[in-house]
């Protein structure tokens, strides 16, 4: 069920959430609020290896994810990121996209590639104290 894309992402501890599936993660490096990563429970490495109850899954993932997303960042557009360039399990970088800075436990989040593609460069490293309280307010969000 874990695999090491999901370890990379710190899982146990950025673990948000999940469905039969799929892993919720915290993104430890935060591209802008609520930025997430959504992982294949397992060991695929192409996303056409998934199995047909994974990809009906995924909907039911992302619909969590969403509903949550838009009460916790009340985000413009939202971004799904299949890279898999260093990280080989299949995951999707979930980034929630704004014109304007969110604030959070007194740090600011501004999305510096908006409008254009997310600049995955500028994301800032959460704090584990910072973890632990933004898994709990997704989770007053319905994300748990």
């Not at 299949?82 to 501004?110: C, N, Q, S």
Request: hydrophobic share 50%.
């Amino acid at each position: 069920m874990v695999n090491a894309t999901m370890a990379k992402f710190g899982y146990p501890a950025t673990r948000v959430a999940e469905t039969d599936h799929w892993m919720i993660l915290l993104r430890p490096q935060a591209i802008t609020l609520g930025s997430l990563v959504l992982a294949a429970k397992g060991e695929a490495t192409a996303y056409g290896a998934l199995s047909p109850a994974a990809y009906a899954d995924q909907g039911v993932a992302v619909g969590l994810i969403e509903t949550a997303l838009r009460a916790f960042t009340s985000y413009e557009k939202m971004n799904y990121l299949m890279l898999m360039m260093v990280d080989p399990h299949v995951h999707f970088h979930v980034i929630p996209r704004y014109a304007r800075g969110r604030t959070f436990d007194g740090a600011e989040f501004v999305d510096r590639g908006w409008p254009g593609a997310p600049d995955l460069a500028s994301g800032s490293k959460l704090e584990p104290a910072t973890v632990v309280k933004m898994i709990a307010a997704l989770g007053t969000c319905g994300l748990a």
